[in-house]
């Protein structure tokens, strides 16, 4: 557990300062391929297990044995593709050719341009846009990484809701206390910067868990049923990207999901333990 850890930290360090610098990283996996700030092409005649664009478009011509998602661009099929699992377009759309096969679903997650300028100045929304698509990144490389222990987060968050969201306050609130004793310690200084990387990783570990429960239980709303944690977790980010536009009411919704996602990373240890 502490390799994983240590790996979730060294994500977010790299991850967190700049969206622009996410552009051209590449991640591989058993012949599956996720780009984040470049295009995918599958020409005709290839076939991978799964293709993910964060901030690009996904062209298809040839074969994708399970599921395709675009996050920030369009997916576009011609002919001769073939996928045969779901497609997700979030903040694009799927462009389909009538002779292309999809056993899946196809799933469109919009997010509306004039929710998000309302009320606020270009640069504010330019700004939120970007970090939100950056932290979308950082959940398709936490999700692909650690899927068990999000899973494992996630089911305790659905079963005990209540317990989760009581030690994520306790974890709010005692944090202040226990940095000052670190720091009347004399001693304990130098595990101060430990202290807080480790509660900023719960913390996004805990919302993206937390994330993908919302996604799973609004796609269930629009009987949509067993879809990749994925596609789970974009749709439940999105809505909660969505709500932050609400006066109080999406604060206040996305600090109780960040305080039961703390919570039950606490009570599970990151996802180790039931």
Same mark, same amino acid.
């Given at each position: ?121 270009? #640069?504010?929304? =330019?700004?939120?846009? %970007? /970090? &939100? @698509?950056?932290? $979308?990144?950082?959940? *398709? ?94 749709? #439940?980010?999105? =809505?909660?990207?969505? %709500? /932050? &536009? @609400?006066?109080? $009411?999406?604060?206040? *919704? ?21």
């Amino acid at each position: 557990m502490s390799k994983r850890i240590l790996a979730l930290l060294m994500v977010l360090s790299l991850l967190v300062p700049s969206f622009a610098a996410l552009k051209g990283l590449e991640v591989t996996k058993e012949e599956s391929i996720v780009k984040v700030g470049e295009n995918i092409n599958v020409p005709e005649g290839a076939e991978v297990k799964t293709v993910v664009a964060v901030g690009g478009s996904v062209t298809i011509a040839g074969k994708v044995v399970e599921d395709v998602v675009a996050i920030g661009g369009n997916v576009s099929l011609s002919r001769s593709a073939m996928v045969g699992g779901d497609v997700v377009a979030v903040g694009g759309s799927v462009q389909k050719d009538p002779n292309a096969i999809i056993k899946g679903s196809v799933t469109e997650v919009k997010v509306p341009t004039a929710m998000v300028t309302k009320g606020l100045g270009w #640069g504010v929304a =330019l700004f939120s846009l %970007l /970090s &939100f @698509l950056a932290f $979308l990144v950082l959940a *398709v490389i936490l999700v692909g990484l650690f899927d068990k222990y999000l899973g494992a987060i996630s089911y305790y968050v659905e079963r005990l809701p209540g317990h989760s969201l009581l030690w994520g306050l306790l974890a709010g609130l005692l944090t202040v206390p226990i940095i000052l004793l670190l720091v009347i310690s004399v001693i304990g200084i130098p595990f101060i910067p430990v202290l807080i990387m480790l509660l900023i990783a719960a913390g996004v570990f805990g919302y993206i868990a937390a994330s993908q429960l919302i996604g799973k239980l609004f796609l269930k709303t629009v009987r949509i049923y067993n879809k990749p944690m994925i596609t789970e977790v974009a749709c #439940g980010l999105v =809505l909660l990207f969505i %709500l /932050s &536009f @609400l006066p109080v $009411l999406g604060w206040i *919704v996305k600090a109780l999901v960040g305080t039961m996602g703390l919570g039950a990373v606490i009570i599970t240890r990151f996802g180790t333990q039931g």
